[in-house]
């Protein structure tokens, strides 16, 4: 993972979560304000866009972990060298623990979307958990590090704390768009950030930056501002574009499903999530 | 206490009491979805389980403060050695100081259970009030060790004060299942790394840890990961067994305490429960 | 202040706060689940104890301020003395501006009691902020003071962090016998500790402390847990005095209010209240 | 901005902002609690009163940048020196890019006002962020500084990151006068304080303040709590003599706004904002 690729793969994750959940909270933010008596149903495209969210999440947790174990330099599921008494490959086993709990968490979210057993709120937990268990692996990992290293590392961790603090809220302040679209941010923020810190530590264009010079330190912690700005203008955009689209396509009288139905003619993701929702 | 068996006991009684909670959360989280109109009254066997409970606590409180007052290396109630101005066997008392506090939590849940006059919520925060200040006391203790030992007890306050603010959570946010078995979980993880602790420090097999070995601190921070995930899932395996039981034995027209006493044909200790819940 | 008397004596009026807000919060309590339509109007009784307790507030932190300047060895109102170009005793002006807090948060209280245009929770507001000045003082204060003086005085930090905390909560959480008993046992702890801190570095028996001794840091830990342990049983024993006293004496077809002036035949204390209260 | 009119300017600003807040506040809250059937309709003046406040907050922020990039020795819109291997000027940067998340919070303010799609509580939260951020570069900024520049800066952090978690909670606590207050208190504290900051680094009357005197720490940090209570003194009078002013010239049988339109022929600012209301 030392390498511009290995922050990027992530990052990659990270973003396209973020805008994910900002689409998604957006659609469903949408039917409840539109539908008068609107609580006590859940739409169908949701349940199906929660499907394939945790699906994708298991799915790519399966991958990662066994990714992280079978690569070529990975510690190929042995976790304790007797002969040299030695730790095999820490670094991929707390990777393949971080994957371990967004997998849990696309667990829950599958099982709580399937059955009406599970107290809402537990996938917002687990959640929570998986962002927990990133920030608390990655706090131990930045130690004994160069200075601007470890601190551009810690301003990831303002994020996935952060975005840990307003995921567990969500448990108790249910169907909030606007703590559901700051979560949506800091998954953005997350995976961008995760981007820069592959800039700043393999720079693309092979120029090193000096990792004690303490400007380089101000520099970054102004730039992660900049980043959160950014997410904030991305996720205000998306949620926008997103909200207007299901609108014009709508229409005022008529139901928000054949609204969707109409939307799906464009989006080919949507549309084999509305074929699919057809059958219930 | 310094030895395994003086970490493997505490961490059975809070492993057995995280699936005790569990078992308990769940069963009253049954009974308040089954009636529609269910907060009015508490089951009797409700109230059963929290007098066992508690009668259990103070108990075992009782017997701990005692034990570690009169066991052979033991202070026998003297606090301060006047002769050698210094005080006796200051990490028992600590401990009984830890029981004392779960005592008075058990106390607080018989009283609570038993008049109606308690104001609700009195229990949890006595439970979370024990809870602060195990770690409390934790937290000073771990003072000047070696680096692995030091850490590995910081990782279990990890679990103590999030057991204690969960626990304050519930004070204010009642009946809420999934802070419960949240709560209930943290109990199970602070059992299972007792135990962790245990294995660790005074290994079976003889072969001794290296206190100093930075690697060490990194696994072991991996591994309280793993612990939380298996905590996971034991809350969640055993709240579906136990939610499943209860589902079959009470069938759908059945009132919901009939069920319970077919069920506690099957479970002795159940059936000792609903004995006792005839009377009332 | 840097005697037994200057602890003892914020001690006693710490003490008797925590007594006081005990019996008042218990008869709200009282009052609010004796009626059926409990919430719409304050009881007269409650109004006359909020206007002693605020007038003796702010009669006190007066006399504090000012005993605080013009003692022999204060400041007399001199803050810098150009002459040597020091500060004049910082630490007397520094306790005249914790009682300054006090007598806001006494004024803050008559006035909110006086008016009903002063919005619910500004009392409790400007109490939260005197104990955050306080205890923000008290964090500059341990400063560079030898291991045992700085320990006893940031567990007391605990005490007032957590009332600060707890006084907060209840802007938002209004009417929470729970939590008000917890702020009220939180002032007798800091009360108690106080008297505690006295005793440990100004010892009336003339034997000196080891202000760098290891277990007497110990010792002084577990000994806050203690004062912890016995202000949750003071309280609970004042306030099932103060309940059942008031039960009693109001039996169960009549008003409260009766049964309060009953009550009162006994009391002194509650005899003048209920007297002014027959002129509303 | 090192020098007193550097620190004179923000503060000026803070502390018009803290008594803007406070009488919007004390406005709205007299609207809600003067209407019966209060909450359904948000009045005219509140609209203007936001999009003035918004339309300001947005000049004021973009004035910022442009001075703070073209001062003559600023930095130009030049970020990275290629020829010197530096980073140009980074302080303007970072203050900059404080001023960029107050434009933020400002434009979030005009567009919640206007569209009422934009879900309520996104201009707390942007504000909250607009905070948190100043905070945050704050935070890295007075590292490495004499003791005494550092703790008087740090201070300021109580008042930023205080101001910050309050307005935080606005977004899910709404409407809460209380709250509402505590924020415009905060931000009247840290406009004073900035002042403060000017006196103590930059002294008018050319004497020296010692950096490195412990005293002058000591006095300093009792000097912020005098500031606080002389904030909450402000926000209380400015709050009552609007509450009283508007409630005289509005009458009993009167309509508020009616009464608001009387005021106005006295307050020329209102004057403005109400004969723009005539229109809607």
């Known amino acids: ?36 008596n609107g609580r006590q ?21 399966f991958v990662g ?3 992280e174990q079978f690569v070529v330099d990975g510690p190929h599921a042995r976790l ?20 371990l709990f967004f997998g849990i968490s696309g667990m829950t979210l599958v099982t709580s979307t399937k059955s009406k057993l599970v107290p809402p709120g537990v996938d917002r937990l687990a959640l929570a958990l998986a962002l927990f268990v990133e920030g608390f692996l990655f706090y131990y990992h930045v130690h004994s590090r160069p200075p601007l290293d470890a601190h551009i590392h810690s301003l990831l961790l303002v994020a996935v704390f952060g975005g840990s603090a ?3 809220l969500e448990v108790f302040v249910r169907d909030n768009i606007v703590l559901e679209l700051l979560g949506a941010c800091l998954f953005i923020l997350q995976g961008s950030w995760f981007y820069q810190i592959g800039f700043v530590l393999y720079p693309l264009n092979g120029i090193e930056w000096d990792l004690e010079m303490h400007d380089n330190i101000m ?4 730039c992660f501002c900049w980043h959160l700005a950014v997410a904030l203008l991305l996720v205000a955009c998306t949620s926008s574009v997103v909200w207007f689209t299901v609108k014009r396509f709508s229409g005022r ?15 080919s993701c949507q549309k084999a999530l509305l074929e699919e929702s057809d059958e219930e």
């Open 166 to 168: 307003s995921t567990m």
């Open 253 to 267: 009288s008529q139901d928000i499903e054949i609204g969707m139905r109409n939307t799906s003619s464009k989006t």
């Open 219 to 222: 520099f970054v912690t102004m």
């Open 80 to 99: 304790y060298d007797t002969e040299h008494k030695a730790w095999v490959k820490l670094m991929n086993w707390q990777h393949g623990t971080m994957y």
């Open 1 to 36: 993972m030392a390498n511009f690729k290995g922050h990027a793969l992530p990052g990659t994750f990270f973003l396209l979560y973020g805008f994910w959940l900002t689409v998604k909270h957006t659609l469903r933010h949408n039917w409840r304000t539109s539908k008068p």
């Open 41 to 61: 149903t859940v739409p169908p495209f949701s349940k199906k866009m929660d499907y394939i969210e945790g699906g994708f999440t298991i799915l790519a947790s």
């Open 65 to 67: 972990i066994i990714a």
